[in-house]
Every structure is written in C-alpha cells, then in structure tokens.
C-alpha cells in the first residue's frame, strides 16, 4: 500500500469550505466537546453477531472507513 492514505474530502455546508487530507496520521482535528446526550465509552461486543449469524468482520475500521471515504468522494464529489 502506498505510504500516504487515500484522500478525504470533508466538505463543511455552512462555510463552504473543504479540508483535504492526504494523511491521516497527519491530521490536525479540532477538539470537540462533549455534548449532551453523547456517549463517553462504550463497550462494543460483537459476539452476539458472531454466535446468532456467523459473521465475522474481514477488515478492519480504517479500512472500512476509507474505503467509505472513497466511495464519498466518488460517488459525492466526482466534480471536485
């Protein structure tokens, strides 16, 4: 795989801006603050999923979310 990841472009509506990442180890992300209603932690358990229909996941949460991110980018901002 190439050093940097794929692009992401997160396109903000209310100032019409973009951020472009080419590395997201790079990135610089704002501090968010916790906000009412908002989980602190979780404590995720998949097994359940495991034992009731055999699924296991095959690739990992980067993974998934860049691919996510790709297919975003293509299907969304194909003119940018």
Same mark, same amino acid.
């Given at each position: 795989? #190439?050093? /940097?990841?794929? %692009? &992401?472009?997160?396109?903000?509506?209310?100032? +019409?801006?973009?951020?472009?990442?080419? #590395?997201?180890?790079?990135?610089?992300?704002? %501090?968010?603050? %916790?906000?009412? +209603?908002?989980?602190?932690?979780?404590? =995720?358990?998949?097994?359940?999923?495991?034992?009731? &229909?055999?699924?296991?996941?095959?690739?990992?949460?980067?993974?998934?979310?860049?691919? &996510? =991110? %790709?297919?975003?980018?293509?299907?969304?901002?194909?003119? /940018?």
């Amino acid at each position: 795989m #190439n050093a /940097v990841h794929s %692009e &992401f472009i997160d396109a903000t509506a209310s100032t +019409g801006s973009a951020l472009l990442l080419t #590395n997201f180890d790079d990135a610089e992300l704002p %501090e968010l603050v %916790e906000g009412a +209603g908002d989980v602190p932690v979780t404590y =995720a358990d998949s097994s359940a999923l495991q034992s009731d &229909f055999g699924f296991t996941p095959k690739i990992t949460l980067r993974e998934g979310l860049r691919k &996510f =991110a %790709e297919w975003y980018k293509s299907y969304y901002c194909s003119d /940018v």
